[in-house]
C-alpha cells in the first residue's frame, strides 16, 4: 500500500481552495475596471460571472460521478490545467467572449478542487478529527476571500490594472500543483459510499431532492449579494471591497468554532436561525449607510456563514450513502443557481438603474437607490429559505446523523 502524506494533501487543498476564493472575491472587484474598459452592462458581467458558475456544478458532478474510478489526483492535475489556461486566458483577453470561455474554465477548474477534496479528506482522516480537518478546509473559501478582498483593494487604490490583479491568483495555483505532485491518495472508507449504485439509489430519495432546493435560495443567499457588493454598495457609504471583507473574514471565524462546537447544535435549528439573521441582515443593507454598513456585515456574515457547510454536512449524516456524489451534487446545485442567477441579478441592476434615473436621480443618489432596490429584490432568497428550512425542521426531527457528531462542517 502506497504511504499517504495526508497533511501534505490537505495543505495542497487548502491552497487549491484559496485559488477558487481568489478568482472570486478577485473577479468581484475588478468588475468596474472590466466594464469600463470593455465597454460591458452589468448584464453583460453578469454572464460573465455566471461562467465561473456553471463551470463549477458540471465539473463538480463529473468529478464526483468518476471520483472513485480515476482517483482524486487526476481530477487535481485537470484542475490545475483548467485553472492556469483561464487565469492567464483572461488576463489577455481583449473581448466579451474571451472573458466568457476563460472565466467557465476557471469555473471547471474551481468545481474540481470541490469533488476531488471533501472525499480525500473524508477518506484520510477518521472520526473527530475528520471534522476538525473538513472545518479547517472549509474556511479557507471565506478566508481566501478576505485575502482576494484586500488584495484588490490595494492594488485598485495603487492603481494597478485588473490583470496585474488576475496574475495574483496564479500564486497559490503554483503552489498546490507543487504539494499534490507525486502524492498517493486515501482509498474510500465506506463501502456504499464508493459505489455509483448506493449513490444513484441515495440521491433518489425525497430528502435528497428537498435539500437540493434548499441550497438554490441558500447559494443566492451568500453569492447574489457578496459577487455584486462594488456596484451595489459603492455609494452607501462604506467601501464595499472591505464590506466583502469583512463578510467572508466573519464567516471564517464563524465556521472555524463551528466546527468545534457542532456536536452540540441540531443542524436543522441552525438553518432555521441561520435564514431568519440572514433576512433580516440583507433588509439592513436597505436602510442603513456610513459606518453602520460595516455592522450589518458582520450580522449578515453570521447568517449565511453556515448555510453551506450545514447543507453538505446534512447529506454527508443523514444520507450517507449519498457519498462523493452526494456531496458533489448538492454544492452542483448551489453553483447552478448562480450560473442562472447572475445574469438576471445584473438585469436587476440595469433596471433599477434606468427606473432611478428616469426619477431624476443621478450620481451618488442614483448608485444608492439601484443597489437599495436591488437587494431589496434579493430579500426573497432567505426568505423563502425560513419556510422551507420550517418545513425540513419537522421532517427529520427525531431523526438521528449518521455519525456521533454531526458532520456540518464542510464548507
Known sequence: MENINKNRLFYASCFALITTALSFSIRAGILPQLGEDLSLTARQLGIINSMWFFGFPISMVIGGLIYHQVGGKIIMQF?????AIGIIMT?????YTGLLISTFLIGLGNGCTEAACNPMIADAYEGKQMNTMLNRFHMWFPGGIVIGSLVSLFMTNAGLSWQTQMWAIMIPTIIYAYLFWGQAWPKAKVVQAGTLSGNLKAIGTPLFIFMMLCMWFTAQTEFGPTQWIELILKSSGATPMLVLALITGTMAVARYFRGEAGHRINTPAVFRGSAIIATVGLFLFTVVTGPAVYAVA???ALGVAYFWPNMIGFVADYIPKSGALGMSLVGAVGMLSSYFMQPIIGGWIDS?????AA???SGNDLELFTGTETITTM????GILIVLFAVLYFWVKGRKPASSVVADTHR
Not at 484542475?79 to 485553472?83: C, E, I, N, Q, S
Not at 488576463?91 to 473581448?95: F, M
Not at 433599477?352 to 432611478?356: A, R
Open 298 to 300: 458582520v450580522f449578515f
Open 359 to 361: 426619477q431624476g436621480l
Open 352 to 356: 433599477n438603474n434606468t427606473k432611478g
Open 91 to 95: 488576463i489577455y483577453a481583449d473581448s
Open 79 to 83: 484542475a490545475f490545467f483548467a485553472h
Open 379 to 382: 430579500l426573497f432568497f432567505p
